[in-house]
């Protein structure tokens, strides 16, 4: 069964930075692109990016590209989200993912709450 | 950017009935869509992708279609645990984009 589950969330202060932690089992890791998307409170869903197998090709939403970075470990079967310069339209829950063959998200983790205020 | 437009922001319907849900692209996006569906104070989950592709486990009162900039998620004969949100996400071209949702509740 796929697992992905998520940790690091919090409460943090605005200009301080956080990195969001998710451990996958079940499957085959280092075979999948990853993703984080993101969603504030009462609101819709957000594309934050997607990390390929090697690490080599990383994309991500323009808006966030220089705050969120995106990274994994193969080794211990873990993607990671680090976030730096937060603001409280940051306050979201984020989900990571799993991308299937057909570059959708086809697994989601619990997600990990992150509110950031002072 | 590629803009997904949804519609409409929230329905409600009655058991039984059919429901539908509309996204529209701001640009031709090739079938490059999926549907997620989230209930309440849980994770997106996967409905459909390739625009009319199914994907596993999903029962078969829900379906899509569409092509080009216009695409629709219908779901027959509507279930009481079909009360959620769905939202449309195109996968076409980076970076990728969902729609506003659609909050579906029941009448």
């Known amino acids: 069964e796929v697992k992905l589950v998520e940790s690091g969330g919090g409460l943090v202060q605005p200009g301080r930075s956080l990195k969001l932690s998710c451990a996958a089992s079940?499957?085959?890791?280092?075979?999948?692109?990853m993703g984080w998307v993101r969603q504030a409170p009462g609101k819709g869903l957000e594309w934050i990016g997607e990390?390929?197998?090697?690490?080599?090709?990383?994309n991500y939403t323009p808006s966030l590209k220089d705050k969120f970075t995106i990274s994994r470990d193969n080794a211990q079967n873990t993607l990671y989200l680090q976030m730096s310069k937060l603001g409280s339209e940051d306050t979201a829950i984020y989900y990571c993912?799993?991308?299937?063959?057909?570059?959708?998200?086809?697994?989601w983790g619990q997600g990990a709450s992150v509110t950031v205020s002072s | 950017d590629i803009q997904m437009t949804q519609s409409p922001a929230s329905l409600s319907a009655s058991l039984g009935e059919t429901v539908t849900i509309e996204c529209r692209a701001s640009?031709?996006?090739?079938?490059?869509l999926a549907w997620y569906q989230q209930k309440p104070g849980k994770s997106p989950q996967l409905l459909i992708y390739?625009?009319?592709s199914l994907h596993t486990g999903v029962p078969s009162r829900f379906s899509g279609s569409g092509s080009g900039t216009q695409y629709s998620l219908k779901i027959n004969s509507l279930q009481s645990e079909d009360v959620a949100s769905y939202f449309c996400?195109?996968?076409?071209?980076?970076?990728?984009?969902f729609g506003a949702g659609t909050k579906l509740e029941l009448k």
């Open positions: 993912a799993s991308v299937s063959v057909h570059y959708v998200m086809d697994a």
């Open positions: 079940g499957f085959s890791f280092n075979d999948y692109w």
């Open positions: 990390i390929n197998q090697d690490s080599s090709t990383i």
């Open positions: 640009e031709d996006i090739y079938n490059g």
């Open positions: 390739n625009a009319n």
């Open positions: 996400q195109q996968y076409y071209d980076y970076p990728y984009t």
